[in-house]
Nanobody, 126 residues
Framework: QVQLVESGGGSVQAGGSLRLSCAAS????????MGWFRQAPGKEREGVAV????????YYADSVKGRFAISRDNSKNTLFLQMNSLKPEDAAMYYC???????????????????WGQGTQVTVSS
């Protein structure tokens, strides 16, 4: 069983930065995807950034390319999301997720992710 716990959310002004962390416990296969999704009120959950555990490829939503960076510290089993140049439209609940039953990382399909954290809130004021 995999458990994911996010931290690092908060309130920032537009243009600011935040770094989200996701501490994972349990065994995650090297073929798994791990990533960040977000959901704003009244909107569907959407993919933000995904990384393949066993590789170096990273995938980003067009809306965050060049501003966000996903990384992983394998020694600490922790996933990060560095968010720079934040915009009001980035405000949402951010979720860490893992998919260990096969995944297409570039498609950000939420139904492929079978483990989810509880979320951490990001607020961006203009």
């Amino acid at each position: 069983q995999v458990q994911l716990v996010e931290s690092g959310g908060g309130s920032v002004q537009a243009g600011g930065s935040l770094r989200l962390s996701c501490a994972a416990s349990g065994y995650i296969r090297s073929s798994s995807c791990m990533g960040w999704f977000r959901q704003a009120p009244g909107k569907e959950r959407e993919g933000v950034a995904v990384i393949l555990i066993g590789g170096s490829n990273r995938y980003y939503a067009d809306s965050v390319k060049g501003r966000f960076a996903i990384s992983r510290d394998n020694s600490k089993n922790t996933l990060f999301l560095q968010m720079n140049s934040l915009k009001p439209e980035d405000a949402a609940m951010y979720y860490c997720a893992a998919a260990d039953r096969g995944c297409r990382p570039n498609l950000f399909l939420t139904y492929e992710y079978n483990y989810w954290g509880q979320g951490t809130q990001v607020t961006v004021s203009s």
